[in-house]
């Protein structure tokens, strides 16, 4: 995997933004807490830390092919 482009980490965390804001209308509409902006706000902020974890195993191993731990780890924690 090569490093993610500034367009792509953009396009990516606005489709996140966007898929949690349609969860949030869904719990808005219904009049449940935790409705489109929270939605919203906690999808980019997934979105974010997923693209950082990425980017840093790429800027110190090179690609995800040569690192010997799993990115995932890191999201896990």
Same mark, same amino acid.
């Given at each position: 995997m090569e490093q993610v482009t500034l367009v792509e980490a953009v396009a990516r &965390? /606005? &489709?996140a933004s966007m898929l949690g804001g349609v969860l949030g209308l869904q719990r808005e509409t219904k009049g449940k807490p !935790? %409705?489109?902006?929270?939605?919203?706000?906690? @999808? +980019? %902020? @997934? !979105? /974010?830390?997923? +693209?950082l974890t990425?980017?840093?195993?790429? #800027?110190? #191993? %090179? *690609?995800?092919?040569? /690192?010997? *731990?799993?990115? +995932?780890r890191i999201i896990e924690g």
């Open positions: &965390m /606005a &489709m !935790a %409705g489109l902006k929270t939605h919203m706000m906690v @999808s +980019l %902020g @997934s !979105a /974010a830390f997923t +693209l990425l980017q840093i195993f790429v #800027t110190y #191993t %090179g *690609s995800l092919e040569n /690192a010997r *731990s799993d990115p +995932l």
